[in-house]
């Protein structure tokens, strides 16, 4: 599609919003911009994009489709606002974000998605492409990701800068979600890794089979010259080798696959179709768990067309995102690690699997209408103590009141937990947040509650952040 002169309404505010009315400015279209927001609230970026042209509608969303050729949607817009529909009716286009910077993009686009391990292996593959000396990006929705400031510019943005700033030369890898995948039409990474499917946003697309069906949305406009990466392992995801029509590459933890990468011995081994070879020794890998070995091969996979050779030092340099599993301190000889971005049962289970030493557990937060059975079982075999907290915690400890764990307790807030957990923490054990559901029912972000978690262990040892 030809931007200049259409007339495009971008629907949202936040950053990818921005982004996006940015671009199409600068693409020479027409640009209205329609947010919920106060004036007061964003009066920065608002007279910023006014002064490129773009009108903006505060607390609105009621879009002059009489004047719109185009809509793009911002990914926290619930598909339930009327504007989809009527938009629909009259026949026009509503794409997401992610699609619009596809069809701008002047190079190759790698692209992660999946329940758990997107932002991790997004970042691990970037870092890959880097280490190889390519004219990389890292973006879409990395999660909580900061770059350092040497990588600012390059890192953590969303996929519209990113390909504002790429070059033909340029090879992008992005995080994508299934808010982003909802309303795409044509985008088709040139490769895509689909890492599991569990389940999570239940409250978004209603059932499991509506969220899965999403995630393999990744692959729906690839074709026989593109490559799926796909989880062997997972019994939904493996089942797409059949469906995919681009070039499908397999990583497992459990045992040999004809073409990809697999787990055997600390060897990280690959083929493709005929003899076997060692790609990694999986010991150069500093971030904790069999997991993110897992995402470690599909990491590989997914850039190996480009930067084969970057990959053992940038995995063996990598030492994890923030809030994943991420070191805060030692107090007294006990670890407290801020595991925030865990929110779903599936993550929480694998994060509380790849601590092998003693762990106190501080979990809860706001169900997305998970079943916490898993998480108790998993609890109870691998913590010395739990505290809940958050508005569900009810129904957190009543599953572990089920699978007979009693080594528990509710907290108010979460500097009660920490200090309730520090109390029963030994010499040598982990105090982990590792919460398994949203964090909406107490702060603003994963990111704030792990900021805060963060500041109350730095307040228990005497540091500042």
């Given at each position: 599609m030809e931007y200049s002169g259409k007339n495009v309404s971008v629907v949202g505010l936040a950053r990818s919003g921005m982004a996006c009315a940015e671009r199409l400015a600068a693409e020479g279209a027409k640009v209205s911009v329609y947010d919920m927001c106060s004036f007061n609230d964003k009066a920065d970026e608002i007279i910023g994009l006014m002064n490129k042209g773009v009108t903006v509608y505060c607390r609105s969303n009621d879009i002059d489709m009489a004047n719109t050729d185009l809509i793009v949607t911002s990914p926290g817009i619930p598909p339930a606002a009327p504007f989809f529909a009527e938009a629909d009716r009259l026949g026009i286009e509503v794409i997401s974000e992610i699609e619009l910077a596809y069809r701008l993009s002047p190079c190759p686009i790698l692209a992660v998605t999946g329940t758990n391990g997107?932002?991790?292996?997004?970042?691990?593959?970037?870092?890959?492409?880097?280490?190889?000396?390519?004219?990389?990006?890292?973006?879409?929705?990395?999660?909580?990701?900061?770059?350092s400031a040497a990588c600012r510019?390059?890192?953590?943005?969303?996929?519209?800068?990113?390909?504002?700033?790429?070059?033909?030369?340029?090879?992008?890898?992005?995080?994508?979600?299934?808010?982003?995948?909802?309303?795409?039409?044509?985008?088709?990474?040139?490769?895509?890794?689909?890492?599991?499917?569990?389940?999570?946003?239940?409250?978004?697309?209603?059932?499991?089979?509506?969220?899965?069906?999403?995630?393999?949305?990744?692959?729906?406009?690839?074709?026989?010259?593109?490559?799926?990466?796909?989880?062997?392992?997972?019994?939904?995801?493996?089942?797409?080798?059949?469906?995919?029509?681009?070039?499908?590459?397999?990583?497992?933890?459990?045992?040999?696959?004809?073409?990809?990468?697999?787990?055997?011995?600390?060897?990280?081994?690959?083929?493709?179709?005929?003899?076997?070879?060692?790609?990694?020794?999986?010991?150069?890998?500093?971030?904790?768990?069999?997991?993110?070995?897992?995402?470690?091969?599909?990491?590989?996979?997914?850039?190996?067309?480009?930067?084969?050779?970057?990959?053992?030092?940038?995995?063996?340099?990598?030492?994890?995102?923030?809030?994943?599993?991420?070191?805060?301190?030692?107090?007294?000889?006990?670890?407290?690690?801020?595991?925030?971005?865990?929110?779903?049962?599936?993550?929480?289970?694998?994060?509380?699997?790849?601590?092998?030493?003693?762990?106190?557990?501080?979990?809860?937060?706001?169900?997305?209408?998970?079943?916490?059975?898993?998480?108790?079982r998993a609890v109870k075999e691998k913590c010395r103590f739990a505290v809940v907290i958050g508005r569900d915690k009810g129904k957190i400890l009543e599953a572990f009141g089920k699978e007979g764990y009693t080594n528990c307790c509710g907290a108010e807030t979460l500097k009660e937990a920490v200090l309730l957990a520090s109390e029963k923490a030994l010499k040598g054990d982990s105090v982990v947040l590792t919460p398994g559901c949203a964090s909406f029912d107490m702060f603003s972000s994963f990111e704030d509650r792990g900021n805060r978690f963060t500041e109350i262990v730095k307040e228990m040892s005497g540091k500042h952040v």
């Open positions: 997107k932002t991790t292996t997004t970042v691990m593959a970037g870092k890959i492409l880097k280490e190889a000396g390519l004219d990389y990006f890292i973006g879409g929705n990395v999660a909580g990701y900061k770059p510019g390059r890192e953590g943005l969303t996929l519209t800068e990113c390909v504002g700033k790429a070059e033909k030369g340029s090879v992008i890898v992005c995080e994508v979600s299934t808010f982003q995948l909802e309303r795409c039409t044509t985008f088709a990474p040139e490769a895509g890794a689909l890492l599991n499917v569990g389940t999570d946003h239940l409250d978004r697309h209603g059932t499991r089979e509506n969220y899965a069906a999403l995630k393999a949305k990744l692959f729906a406009f690839q074709t026989e010259d593109d490559i799926a990466v796909l989880n062997a392992d997972d019994p939904f995801v493996s089942s797409l080798a059949d469906k995919v029509k681009s070039s499908v590459f397999m990583f497992s933890l459990q045992g040999p696959v004809e073409r990809g990468c697999w787990l055997e011995n600390g060897k990280i081994m690959f083929r493709d179709g005929g003899e076997a070879r060692e790609a990694l020794d999986a010991s150069i890998l500093k971030v904790p768990g069999k997991h993110n070995a897992a995402n470690a091969m599909a990491a590989f996979l997914l850039t190996r067309k480009y930067a084969e050779k970057g990959a053992e030092k940038a995995l063996s340099g990598f030492r994890g995102v923030s809030h994943r599993l991420e070191t805060v301190d030692e107090i007294n000889g006990v670890t407290y690690v801020n595991n925030s971005m865990c929110t779903n049962v599936a993550a929480a289970v694998s994060s509380v699997n790849a601590l092998e030493t003693g762990q106190v557990l501080i979990c809860g937060g706001k169900d997305k209408g998970s079943d916490f059975a898993p998480f108790a």
